[in-house]
Nanobody, 131 residues
Framework: QEQLVESGGGLVQPGGSLRLSCVASGFTLEHYDIGWFRQAPGKEREAIACSGGRVGTTYYADSVKGRITITRDNAKSTVYLQMNSMRPEDTAVYYC????????????????????????WGRGTQVTVSS
């Protein structure tokens, strides 16, 4: 059974860094596109990054570009989200999501930010940025 488990969340001070992990089981990570989303209280779930399993490209939302990096270690079935220069507005529950990898870079570019693109979701990890 396909499963995603996020970890690494916690309390961090403004300007600090955090690395989140998303461990996949029940499927072969390299055959899947992985997205990271976040949801703050009272707000919609927001896509922030994606790693294409077949196209090998990465995508970032403008709101976080330059501050976060998504990487994957297929051998460890793990995708990472490195977050730097964190701000109070980064406070949210962070989720990873997976979908069978598309060979089309243009399709992934068009759809990666949509929650409906992904078939599998983790339960999330809380990130709080506060002094």
């Amino acid at each position: 059974q396909e499963q995603l488990v996020e970890s690494g969340g916690g309390l961090v001070q403004p300007g600090g860094s955090l690395r989140l992990s998303c461990v996949a089981s029940g499927f072969t990570l390299e055959h899947y596109d992985i997205g990271w989303f976040r949801q703050a209280p009272g707000k919609e779930r927001e896509a922030i990054a994606c790693s294409g399993g077949r196209v090998g490209t990465t995508y970032y939302a403008d709101s976080v570009k330059g501050r976060i990096t998504i990487t994957r270690d297929n051998a460890k079935s793990t995708v990472y989200l490195q977050m730097n220069s964190m701000r109070p507005e980064d406070t949210a529950v962070y989720y990873c999501a997976a979908d069978q990898a598309t060979p089309s870079g243009s399709l992934l570019s068009a759809y990666w930010m949509r929650t409906t693109y992904y078939d599998y979701w983790g339960r999330g990890t809380q990130v709080t940025v506060s002094s």
